[in-house]
């Protein structure tokens, strides 16, 4: 059975880091890139980061570029989101979702990716 299950959520001050695990069973992970996700109450998801399936080549948006790494270990099924400098308007539950070979459309449209895990949720609070 397909699964994504993402963990390492939790609540961290202002400038501080965490990493999300991203863990796929029922599939082979590389044979799909990677999205990660994210929505905040009251905001639309936003695409955050993209890895391909062979994790040569990884996408950010600006909200995140230079501060969160994506980065993926195909033995054991696993994608990472590791996010420094995190800020109060990084608080959100994040998703990760597969997204199958070449769709032919932007890593960030949401319809291109066939399955989501259910989200950790993130809280930057001081």
């Known amino acids: 059975q397909v699964q994504l299950v993402e963990s390492g959520g939790g609540l961290v001050q202002p400038g501080g880091s965490l990493r999300l695990s991203c863990a796929a069973s029922?599939?082979?992970?590389?044979?799909?890139?990677v999205g990660w996700f994210r929505q905040a109450p009251g905001k639309a998801r936003e695409a955050i980061s993209y890895?391909?399936?062979?994790?040569?080549?990884?996408y950010y948006g600006d909200s995140v570029n230079g501060r969160f790494t994506i980065s993926r270990d195909n033995a054991k099924n696993t994608v990472y989101l590791q996010m420094n400098s995190l800020k109060f308007e990084d608080t959100a539950v994040y998703y990760c979702?597969?997204?199958?070979?070449?769709?032919?459309?932007?890593?960030?449209?949401?319809?291109?990716?066939?399955?989501w895990g259910q989200g950790t949720r993130v809280t930057v609070s001081s």
């Open positions: 890895i391909t399936s062979s994790g040569l080549t990884t």
């Open positions: 979702a597969r997204r199958p070979t070449s769709r032919g459309r932007s890593w960030t449209v949401d319809d291109t990716y066939d399955y």
């Open positions: 029922g599939f082979t992970l590389s044979s799909y890139g």
